[in-house]
């Protein structure tokens, strides 16, 4: 089993930074892309940011120029930098990632619990 952990969230003002970072544990062997997803209140989950396991990055065209996504394959930790926060970026934002426990096994998508993230004055 392979656990996520989400940190770094909280209440900031808008045109303030944040950054979050999200934490893989358990029977991992390695890990291909890692994502940051949103879900904004009453709202559908989105797609935030990928990051590959060659560092390749692609983002929401709303969040482009403003986020972030990097990782630390040692630590197999990614994190998202949020800088110019907007209130319409309020959301639980969650990760996932791509990981398998052995060199033959397959892929599997794990997800973290959420971490809330409010741009507010």
């Known amino acids: 089993q392979v656990q996520l952990v989400e940190s770094g969230g909280g209440l900031v003002q808008p045109g303030g930074s944040l950054r979050l970072s999200c934490a893989a544990s358990?029977?991992?062997?390695?890990?291909?892309?890692m994502r940051w997803y949103r879900q904004p209140p009453g709202k559908e989950r989105e797609l935030v940011a990928t990051i590959t396991s060659d560092g390749s990055t692609v983002y929401a065209g709303s969040v482009k120029g403003r986020f972030t996504i990097s990782r630390d394959s040692a630590k197999n930790t990614v994190y998202l930098q949020m800088n110019s926060l907007k209130p319409e970026d309020t959301a639980v934002y969650y990760c996932?990632?791509?990981?398998?426990?052995?060199?033959?096994?397959?892929?599997?998508?794990?997800w973290g619990q959420g971490t809330q993230v409010t741009a507010s004055s």
């Open positions: 358990g029977s991992i062997f390695s890990i291909n892309a």
């Open positions: 996932n990632a791509d990981t398998k426990r052995s060199r033959y096994s397959a892929y599997q998508t794990y």
